[in-house]
């Protein structure tokens, strides 16, 4: 039994690497095979779906124009692939099935039948025996039952494998026959062709359909640098998509010829074979007769079965060629285009460039008149901050025209911008102000001795946004730093119960007072004349100091007439005393020494006989004029730049 086994599997082993063989040697015999239809046919669907149905963004007129003309023609191509594919799929069927192999097919399938018909009468006639044994086994007696049981297993063995090699042909038998039908490749092809749509809404069509719908909603033309530069980019974009598809489509097209080879060469043969046949000698004998007529019609009809392929393919190939020539124009002409857009685009640069360097030659020269028609450099200094601002809003302001193509947009979207930075920063935005009117020529400097809501001290910085004040304690010339710096906001000189004071440009002189109180009874007019010459004495050395100082305040406060520095000198009786008020300027910087040498004089002018006589004290005594903003800069050198009202 192990050897009947062995025998039957080596013989269906055998059966099965005969028949595949003979299968494979079948398919070799025709021009194409599965395999080169099947890729060929994924390669149009590639192509098609990923180049001719694709659209560029914001297409223009000529993308258009072209697509329209290319939509035709690549519905077309796939439709001839699939042409191709049916006729592949009947002269691949027509060379395994009864074609040109039709001998060795037939030969195969009439020996596995007679095989399998011999098996078939075999399984019957042992199952009848089986049958029989079984029968027989009723009526046996029981010494010879033992003899019948080991027959009736001989019987059921020998059917077993019976039944296995039946078994064991019928399945090559259906591999054979699935084989040599063309049904799956065809089941494939129309699979393919299913899962792409030619023609109607959903091919190139509606690519174009959707380009032109994207042509009318397309904005007009924009001029800013940036729509140029972006036009510029998707036109290169554009520019290397083409040349992917003009790639694609000769990729294509050398697939289609290299399928044309093997057929054209089997045309030729089949071509040379009739010819020879056609050319043999005329018979008159009806048996030869019949035999060129059935060679001349196999020949006719395997020349059908190998052109049906290749007309598809040959036609393919030539709107292939017209694609790849549409393909090409358009390229040009997007060449075209890119080119334009990139000089345009260059031009306008060249524009930008042009009108910042004019911008920066008016601001130059604005800056040359600031230099020559302020000749003071603290005056200077907020002309030249207020020219770096302007120039530096201007040049942006150039740039953002230039870059920009839709100027209505931009001033809608800085006008919001503005307006929320104006809330926002609305303190700072007044601070910034303040500013410039802190620096004015009435402003005030660095070392400059203000007096800012009741805080004395001297300027120590000013930024844009507040300046700083180191505080001052002390009288008259004898004050001293008390440690500490205060900060105030440029807000300040909005603020209506804030003021500022400072010394008037120019000017550090204050005014000092004294007052002398004398009996009822003195000599009023010896009084006033004694008094005049001793501060006359006193101020001898002073005086052309004090005119050249109100000189300088004339000039520095312009249309302002100022008086004489000079002192003077008011007499006021009473009932009880006649009061001497002598009211006279010093400059701080020697405002000790001016009031030691008054009081020297005054001294030696009450001493004078007659002697003067004095109530109340016993020597004068001085003290600084208060500040009264009614009395304006004759009584207080200090100016008030911002007191509120």
């Not at 560029?56 to 001839?80: H, T």
Request: proline fraction near 4%.
């Amino acid at each position: 039994m192990p050897k009947q086994k062995t025998q039957l599997c080596f013989a269906i082993l055998l059966v099965v690497l005969v028949s595949s063989r003979g299968l494979s040697a079948g398919i070799a015999t025709g021009p194409i095979d599965q395999t080169q239809i099947i890729d060929f046919l994924n390669e149009t669907i590639n192509w098609y779906q990923q180049i001719a149905v694709g659209q560029p963004e914001s297409p223009s007129p000529n993308d258009i124009l072209f697509a329209a003309s290319n939509a035709p023609l690549a519905d077309q191509v796939v439709k001839l692939s699939f042409d191709f594919g049916h006729a592949g799929a009947a002269l691949l069927g027509q060379t395994t099935a009864g074609g040109i192999s039709s001998a060795s097919v037939d030969s195969r399938y009439q020996s596995l039948a007679a095989s399998a018909s011999k098996l078939d009468g075999q399984l019957n006639q042992t199952q009848s025996e089986l049958d029989s044994l079984k029968q027989k086994l009723k009526t046996t007696p029981l010494r010879k039952q033992k003899d019948m049981l080991s027959a009736i297993a001989e019987t059921e063995s020998k059917l077993a494998l019976l039944r296995a090699r039946r078994d064991a042909l019928s399945s090559v038998s259906q591999f054979m026959e699935s084989a040599s039908q063309p049904s799956g490749l065809l089941s494939h092809i129309e699979d393919l062709e299913h899962s792409v749509s030619i023609g109607g809404s959903t091919s190139a069509t509606r690519s174009v359909a959707n380009m032109r719908q994207q042509a009318t909603t397309r904005p007009a033309e924009l001029f800013g640098i940036w729509s140029k530069l972006g036009a510029v980019y998707s036109l290169s974009r554009k520019i290397e998509t083409i040349d992917d598809a003009i790639g694609a489509t000769r990729a294509l097209d050398q697939s289609a010829r290299r399928l044309q080879i093997p057929l054209h060469e089997r045309i030729k043969a089949l071509s040379l074979r009739g010819d020879a046949i056609a050319n043999r000698a005329d018979s008159s004998d009806p048996a030869v007769l019949l035999q060129q007529r059935t060679a001349l019609d196999s020949l006719t009809a395997e020349f059908n079965l190998v052109a049906a392929p290749l007309i598809p393919l040959s036609k393919q190939t030539i709107l292939l060629q017209t694609y790849q020539r549409n393909l090409e124009d358009w390229r040009a002409a997007t060449k075209r285009e890119y080119l334009d857009a990139r000089k345009s685009l260059l031009i306008r640069l060249i524009v930008l460039t042009a009108i910042i360097a004019i911008v920066f030659l008016l601001f130059r020269l604005w800056r040359r008149a600031i230099f020559r028609y302020v000749p003071d450099s603290h005056r200077r200094y907020p002309y030249l901050l207020l020219r770096q601002i302007v120039l530096w809003f201007v040049i942006a302001m150039v740039v953002t025209f230039g870059l920009v193509s839709r100027l209505g947009s931009v001033a809608t979207f800085a006008g919001l911008l503005t307006a929320g930075v104006a809330l926002a920063l609305q303190n700072v935005i007044i601070a910034i102000v303040g500013y410039f009117l802190l620096i004015g020529k009435f402003g005030i400097r660095t070392s400059d001795r203000v007096q800012v809501a009741g805080v004395n001290g001297e300027v120590i910085e000013i930024g844009l946004i507040r300046f700083h004040v180191m505080e001052l304690i002390g009288v008259e010339s004898d004050v001293q730093p008390s440690g500490r710096v205060v900060a105030f906001s440029n807000a300040i000189v909005f603020q209506p119960t804030a003021a500022l004071f400072r010394q008037i440009p120019g000017t550090d002189f204050l005014w000092h007072e004294t007052t002398v109180t004398l009996a009822p009874d003195s000599d009023y007019l010896e009084v006033e004349r004694r008094m005049l010459a001793a501060l006359s004495a006193a101020f001898s050395d002073y005086r052309q100091d004090f005119e050249d100082l109100r000189r300088k305040m004339e000039t520095n406060l312009l249309l302002v007439s100022v008086g004489p520095l000079e002192p003077k000198v008011r007499l006021v009786l009473t009932s009880v005393a006649l009061q001497v008020f002598i009211r006279y300027p010093v400059n701080a910087k020697n405002a000790i020494a001016i009031d030691d040498r008054v009081n020297s004089e005054l001294l030696r002018a009450v001493e004078l006989e007659p002697r003067l006589k004095v109530v109340g004290v016993e020597v004068p005594i001085v003290r600084r004029q208060p500040h009264d903003p009614s009395a304006g800069c004759l009584v207080c050198p200090c100016v008030s730049l911002f007191e509120g009202k």
